[in-house]
Structures are given as structure tokens and as C-alpha cells.
């Protein structure tokens, strides 16, 4: 184990972009190569869970998808919540394995529903920059889509603007999804290091504006210039555009007068289980 996490350091050392994001003496090396461990048997021992949270179109106020999001159901700790265990995953390249496990659970979860409900919605998925540099990538959300039976054009893929630090690779990428007919968006938007240029070149589907725009919205002039903004950009570019992180019925409000198309939040839904979107639907 030790040796597999001083390759994949090297590895991902070998990345401009992961030279980004490897913060030194982060985890010190004892508890890294425990946390290692732990996740690993995590893995084996089938204690991630996924839990849904509801998406919402303004306007008509229909519900439209969910996003799947990973919790790690620990068997002395409880639930752990991903900001606790995913930059660590992504580190030491754990998030290849676990991110595969992501996939194929939102797939088949995304087919119960379907065959149980008689009805379909869009199952939005975080991609981790790293997944990208996995060769079988494209393979493999085939082989799963194939697998569960999942139609992939309610498959929308969540990246953050960090994949655009190797643009030529992650338009590829991007292109490739959507050839097999997969959606794309942009998670976190107005947050990462990029230029706008790459709005133009890749296919995008929706933009998410990030949840520390809209924290403040009701207050915050600069914020309800920002948000107005990206709404902006996004129809302008023939995106949907989604806000996050959506807390109050006042900030419902005012994102509909700006004219966002959906929305995400604490108020409309918290994460669940996937039960509980049985219940919703
Ligand atoms: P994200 O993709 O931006 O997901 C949205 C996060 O905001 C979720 O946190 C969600 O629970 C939280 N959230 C939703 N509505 C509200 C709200 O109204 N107010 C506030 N304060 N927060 C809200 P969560 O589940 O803890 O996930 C955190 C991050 O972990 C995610 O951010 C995503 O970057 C990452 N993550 C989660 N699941 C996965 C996964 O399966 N794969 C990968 N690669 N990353 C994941
Ligand atoms: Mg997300
Ligand atoms: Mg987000
Ligand atoms: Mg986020």
C-alpha cells in the first residue's frame, strides 16, 4: 500500500495539474497510509452510500433530477461527509476506484427508479479531474450505462473548472461524453481558475453558479450582479443554468426575476436517501 501511494504521488506529480492541488504535509504519513487503508476496506466492505438531492426547474417548479452525492457510512462514526475524505481520495488516486463505484450506483439507482416509477428525471454525477486521466474512461461509462440500463441522455456529468487546466485533454474528454450522449455541466461555477474561453469550446450543457454567490444573495449587491451575470452568460450561450445552495424562499425569488432556470438547495430538498426520492417522485 505504502508503495502504491508513493506511485500514484508520482503520478500525480508527473500532472501540472495535480501540482494544483497536492498540498504538502497535508496528512502526515503515518495517518495517510491509515486513511489509505481505511478507505480502501471502505471500499471492499460496501460502506459508501449515495444520497439524491432534488433538482427543481423555477418557473414551473417541477422537479427535474437529482444529484448523487457520496457519503461514507462508517461503521463506528456514522455518516462522513465527502469534504472529509474525497480531496484525500483524489490525492492518492483513490478516487478512481470510488468514483467508478459512484457511477455505477447512480446508474442502476437512476434504473429502479425508472422501472419502479414509470417515470424519468436527470441523475447528475460529480466527476473528480482525476477520473479524467483514466485511459478507459469513456469504456467504462459505456460498459455501465450498458450494464444498468441507465439511458445516458439523463446522465449529466458535473466537472469544476480545474478540468480546464489541460484544456486539449479535457475537451476531448467532454466530447467523447457527449458523443455517447452523455450531458455535461459545470459544478462550482465563478469559483475555479479559468478563462471564459472554454464556454466556447466545450460542449456544455448547464452551469451551476456556486452556492458562495448565492449564500449572501439577498443582501449582497455585488452578489446579485455576479449571479444576474452568469444568468446572463448562460442564456446567452444557450445553457440552462442551475443555482446551488439555495436556502430561502427570498433567494428562490429573486433568482426567478433574474430569470434562472433552476435551482438546488436546503429549501427545496436536502440530500436523501434514495427512499426518500421514491417517496418525493
Ligand atoms: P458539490 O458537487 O458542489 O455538491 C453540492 C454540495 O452542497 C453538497 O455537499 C450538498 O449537500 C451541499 N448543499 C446542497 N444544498 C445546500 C444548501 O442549501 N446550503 C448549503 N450550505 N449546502 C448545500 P456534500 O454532499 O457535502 O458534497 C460536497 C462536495 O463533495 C460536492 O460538492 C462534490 O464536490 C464532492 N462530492 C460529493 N459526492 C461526490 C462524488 O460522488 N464524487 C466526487 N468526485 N465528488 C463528490
Ligand atoms: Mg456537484
Ligand atoms: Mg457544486
Ligand atoms: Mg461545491
Not at 45 to 63: C, G, H, M, R, T
Not at 120 to 145: A, C, G, H, W
Not at 161 to 169: A, F, K, P, Q, Y
Not at 246 to 270: I, P, R
Amino acid at each position: 500500500k505504502q508503495a502504491d501511494i508513493a506511485m500514484y504521488q508520482a503520478k500525480n506529480q508527473g500532472e501540472n495539474l495535480y501540482q494544483f492541488y497536492v498540498k504538502e504535509n497535508e496528512y502526515p504519513a503515518t495517518e495517510h497510509v491509515d486513511l489509505y487503508r481505511k478507505l480502501r476496506k471502505a471500499l471492499d466492505n460496501n460502506e459508501f452510500v449515495l444520497v439524491y438531492q432534488p433538482q427543481y426547474d423555477i418557473a414551473s417548479k417541477e422537479f427535474i433530477g437529482v444529484e448523487a452525492l457520496i457519503r461514507w457510512n462508517h461503521p463506528e462514526k456514522g455518516l462522513i461527509s465527502p469534504l472529509q475524505f474525497i480531496p484525500f481520495a483524489e490525492e492518492v488516486g483513490l478516487i478512481v476506484p470510488i468514483g467508478k463505484w459512484v457511477l455505477h450506483e447512480a446508474c442502476k439507482q437512476w434504473r429502479l427508479w425508472m422501472d419502479h416509477f414509470g417515470r424519468t428525471f436527470k441523475m447528475s454525477v460529480n466527476l473528480s479531474s482525476r477520473q479524467m486521466y483514466e485511459p478507459d474512461l469513456i469504456e467504462l461509462m459505456t460498459q455501465i450505462l450498458n450494464e444498468t440500463g441507465m439511458d445516458p441522455h439523463y446522465l449529466e456529468i458535473e466537472v469544476t473548472e480545474s478540468i480546464t487546466m489541460n484544456l486539449d485533454r479535457a475537451t476531448m474528454l467532454l466530447s467523447k461524453l457527449k458523443g455517447i450522449g452523455v450531458s455535461i455541466s459545470i459544478d462550482d461555477f465563478g469559483t475555479g481558475f479559468s478563462s471564459l474561453a472554454y464556454l466556447k469550446n466545450f460542449p456544455i450543457d448547464r452551469i451551476k453558479i456556486d452556492r458562495t454567490f448565492i449564500k449572501d444573495l439577498s443582501n449582497d449587491i455585488s452578489d446579485q450582479n455576479i449571479v444576474k451575470t452568469i444568468i446572463a452568460l448562460g442564456i446567452n450561450l444557450n445553457l440552462k443554468v442551475i443555482a446551488e445552495g439555495v436556502e430561502s424562499e427570498e433567494q428562490l425569488t429573486l433568482l426567478n426575476d433574474y430569470g434562472c432556470h433552476e435551482a438546488q438547495g436546503y429549501f427545496l430538498g436536502l440530500p436523501m436517501s434514495a427512499d426518500h426520492i421514491a417517496k418525493l417522485i
